[in-house]
């Protein structure tokens, strides 16, 4: 008789596989729970399967084996962990990391498996500093939280916790710290109401009549200030995109003032948190990373400070960041990754509670829809709480504007739907959206917060890839093209497009219910740049060409219904030379070219014109699908592969009562039959925005190739 996979699904029972059972070979059975032996209850077999009932409940800070002769096997918790017995026993709803006052701080941990914490307090934030800490004994309360008191001023301060688990003493950093030391390896004591930059306090969040009002802006802090020609002083820092009035030695705005200039409502910050200093040391910043490795998820990036050895410094040029964004009326998002961990294996995670933070296959082995090592396991109700924790810390404590989930396909259903109540609570302008794929992760398909299951998540946006690859062709064939760059009989996916991917009619179905569940876009810091996209699927193209594709991609993004989101740079036609996951590739492959945008001013005049169009006209930002329905009409009969289509009578209350839009992917000129009437023309081929380029009189209009018409009576 041999034992296999031996499981704990609940404190008294063991699940095992088993081969050749018999009652004689079961009594001579042994479990054995550290150095306790536990008595068998009961047995239950079915067919290699065998079902073990213990006289006691199993003590889970100690391993358990099954002993049968020389064949040993050892019990595995994780289906425990998972179980609602466990989590009705250990779920703790109360703060976790520390409390900081002047007198006295208390500091509270969770770890039901843990056999003893110390806190230990340093004076330095550096480990390589020699340094013997202070040690402070913690006691377990309940629910498995640890917690110890000291009743002293520990502001400026940096601290770990000692922790034994299995008899192996791991040092581990608190996963709830608000900062850190110099890169990441000691949370750091600090009252956080002396992180404020002047005036903070009276900062808030930006304010929106609908989500389809945002048009998202996704850049790197360090991206768009690291050009030699940028103008800005505290470059690849957060205080570099604060400094307003910054100018190239032509005389180009960048920085700030570009994103100013531009008209967007929201930045959205690529990684901020503090993530792996093995990628990216906060001693040595040279090396570039994204930041999609997190190590610490409430504290601030220190490679974006002036000085990362200072943990209030982190703190307060992000913060001063924000209030410069919102002084000028501009949102901040920020992109968060509570999908995996940098290294699982030596997270804190796993150090203070193995197994419990980490989905895992059927074999054992790290579930891994992410693609980097690890799937985090939100479902787990103290796992949960830490997403929604975190999520709430940054909200509350950043006045940040929304939230956008890498992979957010990997979640769960119930914590997105939890996020979004608890951040509604503290801003009802937030707003919340990832990237809704469906990850091979060990979750079943209907808890998945993907796009297939938007209805069950229906205040959600989602990063729209049927959008992006109608439009420019698949992201992943670079040689593909799509509407824009001349694909033909496309016209019925770029009318979905177009009507927000909502159910408009039996012929125009797109996935969504609602115009604010769409994330349009073309382009973001994944894969290739939009042009370089162009310059790979186009290639019998000339340059004028491309810029015309190029404008008519975005013109379609910025009056289709829905949420509009733009790549920073996209405006100048930016390039990485081709390279199409940059995420470690040097600053002259990702920085913001300043030049690049004297070139290219044209386009980037182009985009700020849709852009003011989009803001002053609320008919391209119907907030549901009724009104849709009632004011968005298409053209029949329109000459092939031209989509055109009316916002009509006053749609959302705007002043334009008709407002005309044509899209013409061809390189011909195109005449066909519009309402009869007065139409003033406020967007072609070369010009973008609310003036008067012309009048067009009359039932019969004349459209460019290449081209996004826009007109209104």
């Not at 992410?370 to 985090?376: E, H, K, L, T, Y």
């Not at 492959?589 to 001013?601: A, L, P």
């Not at 070369?686 to 009189?697: F, H, K, P, R, S």
Request: with cysteine; hydrophobic share 35%; proline share 4%.
């Amino acid at each position: 008789m041999r034992l296999y996979n031996a499981e704990l699904v609940s404190f008294d029972t063991i699940k095992l596989k088993t081969d050749n059972c018999s009652m004689d070979k079961l009594l001579k059975l042994k479990i054995r729970n550290g150095l306790t032996t536990l008595r068998v209850k009961e047995y239950y077999l079915n067919k290699d399967v065998l079902q073990i009932t213990l006289n006691a409940f199993i003590n889970i800070k100690e391993k358990s084996e099954l002993i049968l002769g020389k064949n040993k096997v050892s019990v595995n918790y994780y289906p425990l962990y998972k179980s609602d017995e466990f989590n009705k026993l250990y779920y703790y709803a109360g703060n976790l990391g520390y409390t900081y006052s002047s007198e006295e701080t208390l500091f509270s941990l969770w770890s039901p498996i843990a056999l003893s914490i110390n806190l230990l307090i340093y004076d330095s934030g550096d480990p390589s500093l020699e340094e013997k800490p202070r040690r402070a004994q913690m006691k377990e309360y309940e629910n498995g939280v640890w917690r110890c008191s000291i009743k002293e001023n520990l502001d400026g301060y940096f601290y770990t916790y000692e922790i034994n688990i299995d008899g192996i003493i791991r040092e581990v950093i608190d996963p709830y710290t608000p900062t850190v030391g110099i890169n990441g390896l000691r949370g750091a004591i600090i009252n956080l109401n002396k992180s404020n930059p002047k005036n903070f306090e009276k900062d808030s969040p930006l304010k929106l009549n609908s989500l389809t009002d945002a048009i998202i802006y996704e850049l790197s802090i360090r991206d768009m200030s690291t050009h030699p020609n940028s103008g800005i002083i505290n470059r690849a820092k957060f205080l570099g995109l604060s400094e307003d009035n910054t100018y190239s030695n032509s005389n180009i705005r960048t920085g700030l003032s570009h994103v100013k200039e531009l008209g967007i409502t929201h930045v959205q910050l690529m990684p901020i948190f503090d993530f792996s200093h093995i990628n990216s040391s906060e001693k040595y910043p040279l090396l570039y990373n994204w930041g999609y490795d997190p190590e610490n998820y409430n504290s601030v990036e220190g490679i974006y400070a002036t000085d990362p050895y200072n943990p209030y410094c982190r703190i307060q040029e992000l913060k001063t960041l924000i209030y410069t964004f919102h002084k000028n009326n501009i949102g901040v998002n920020m992109d968060v990754v509570y999908n995996h961990v940098f290294n699982a294996s030596k997270s804190n995670f796993e150090n203070i509670f193995p197994k419990y933070y980490f989905r895992y296959n059927e074999d054992g082995c790290l579930s891994n829809g992410s693609g980097c090592g690890n799937d985090i396991a939100s479902e787990n109700p103290m796992v949960r709480k830490f997403i929604v924790d975190s999520v709430k810390f940054w909200a509350k404590e950043y006045h940040l504007d929304g939230f956008r989930f890498d992979l957010m396909g990997i979640h769960d259903l119930d914590t997105m739907n939890i996020i979004r109540d608890e951040l509604y609570k503290i801003n009802p302008y937030i707003i919340i959206y990832g990237e809704g794929w469906n990850l091979n992760t060990s979750l079943p398909e209907e808890k998945k917060a993907t796009q297939k299951n938007f209805y069950k998540i229906p205040y959600i946006g989602h990063f729209n890839d049927f959008v992006r690859d109608s439009i420019k062709g698949s992201t992943f064939i670079p040689t593909d093209i799509g509407y824009a760059s001349g694909k033909e009989d496309m016209e019925n996916n770029i009318k979905i497009c177009a009507s927000g991917s909502i159910n408009y009619n039996e012929h125009i179905k797109g996935m969504f219910q609602s115009p604010i569940n769409t994330i349009n876009y073309v382009s973001a810091h994944d894969n290739h740049t939009l042009w370089d996209k162009i310059e790979l699927s186009c290639r019998d193209k000339d340059f004028e060409e491309k810029k015309y594709i190029h404008k008519l991609c975005n013109a379609i993004v910025l009056t289709s219904q829905g949420i509009s989101f733009l790549h920073s740079g996209v405006e100048f036609c930016r390039t990485k030379n081709m390279d199409e996951n940059s995420y470690k590739s040097p600053d002259i492959i990702n920085w913001m070219d300043w030049d690049r945008k004297e070139k290219f001013i044209d386009v980037n005049n182009y985009y700020k014109g849709l852009i003011k169009l989009r803001k002053e006209h609320t008919a391209f930002k119907m907030n549901n699908a009724d009104e849709i329905r009632k004011h968005l009409l298409f053209l029949e009969n329109t000459p092939k592969n031209i989509v055109a289509f009316i916002l009509k009578d006053h749609a959302q209350g705007d002043s334009w009562k008709d407002i005309l839009v044509i899209y013409n992917p061809t390189k011909y000129v195109a005449e066909f039959n519009i309402p009869v009437g007065t139409w003033k023309m406020v967007v072609n081929r070369d010009i973008a925005g609310t003036d008067l380029i012309n009048t067009i009189e009359g039932s019969k209009i004349t459209v460019e190739g290449i081209s996004t018409t826009v007109m209104y009576k």
